[in-house]
C-alpha cells in the first residue's frame, strides 16, 4: 500500500472555527510532513514530524496545531485561520527524514477561509 | 540546500521525448538531485533521483552533467497525462528533511 489519504477533501471554515485536518498512511514511514500550497506557487513546508516527533517547525503560526497520535496519523488543528490562509494543506510521508527518502504526497485539502 | 533554475513553461508533442533542464551549479557534493510532478490539483508526485550517474526507472530518465551543475529529466515518450509542472529539487539527505521546491516547469503535452 503506498497510499496517502487526506480528509477531508474541502474544508470551508470562519475565522472563528476550530477544525482538523487528517492524514493516514500505512505504509510504515516514519517522517511525516505538512505542506502549504498556495495557488500557483510551489508547496511549502510546514512541520516535520520524525519517529512521532515534531522535529522541524518552519515558523509557522501557532493558530496551526500539529499532532502525530501515532506512527500512522498526522493532525493539523485549526484554529482563528485567516483569509489568507486559503490554500491547499498537503501531507506527505517518507521511509526516514534523513536519507535519500522519496517523499510520498497525499492528494491535498482545498481549505478556504471566509 | 542548492538553489535551481528551471525553464517556467514548455511544450512537447505527444509520443516525443521530453527532455526538461534544470540548473543546479552551486551543489556541493553531498547534493542529491531530486524530481518531482505535480499534475494539476494532485499531490506532488516523486519521479527519481540521482547524485553523479544517470538513472532510469519506469518513469523517466534523469542524466547529470559530469560536473554535476545541470541534469536533464527525460520522459521518453510523452503522453497527454504527463501535463504537469515538474519541480527539480537538491538535496543533501543527510542534512535534514526538506524539500524546497522551486518554481518548477510547467510542461504541456500537445495532442
Known amino acids: 500500500d503506498t497510499e496517502v489519504t487526506q480528509t477531508p477533501k474541502h474544508l470551508v471554515m470562519g475565522m472563528t472555527n476550530k477544525k482538523s485536518l487528517k492524514c493516514e498512511q500505512h505504509?510504515?514511514?516514519?517522517?511525516m510532513y505538512w505542506y502549504k500550497q498556495k495557488a500557483k506557487k510551489p508547496p511549502e513546508l510546514m512541520f516535520v514530524?520524525?519517529?512521532?516527533?515534531?522535529?522541524i517547525n518552519e515558523s509557522v503560526p501557532s493558530r496551526f496545531s500539529p499532532e502525530c497520535p501515532n506512527s500512522s496519523l498526522l493532525n493539523l488543528h485549526l484554529h482563528a485561520l485567516q483569509p489568507e490562509d486559503s490554500a491547499l494543506y498537503l501531507c506527505?510521508?517518507?521511509?526516514?527524514?534523513?536519507?535519500?527518502?522519496?517523499?510520498?504526497f497525499g492528494p491535498g485539502t482545498r481549505l478556504t477561509v471566509t | 540546500d542548492a538553489k535551481t533554475t528551471q525553464p517556467t513553461s514548455m511544450d512537447c508533442a505527444e509520443g516525443r521525448a521530453a527532455n526538461l533542464p534544470c540548473n543546479h551549479s552551486t551543489i556541493s557534493g553531498n547534493e542529491y538531485v531530486y524530481w518531482y510532478r505535480q499534475i494539476h490539483s494532485q499531490g506532488p508526485q516523486y519521479i527519481i533521483h540521482?547524485?553523479?550517474n544517470n538513472e532510469t526507472n519506469e518513469m523517466a530518465s534523469l542524466i547529470i552533467t559530469e560536473d554535476r551543475k545541470s541534469s536533464t529529466l527525460i520522459l521518453p515518450h510523452a503522453t497527454l497525462r504527463d501535463t504537469a509542472v515538474y519541480y527539480c529539487i537538491v538535496r543533501d539527505p543527510t542534512s535534514g528533511s526538506r524539500l524546497t521546491f522551486g518554481e518548477g516547469t510547467q510542461l504541456t503535452v500537445n495532442p
Open positions: 540521482g547524485l553523479k
Open positions: 505504509m510504515g514511514h516514519r517522517a
Open positions: 506527505a510521508t517518507a521511509g526516514q527524514s534523513i536519507g535519500s527518502y522519496e517523499q510520498y
Open positions: 514530524y520524525s519517529y512521532e516527533k515534531l522535529s
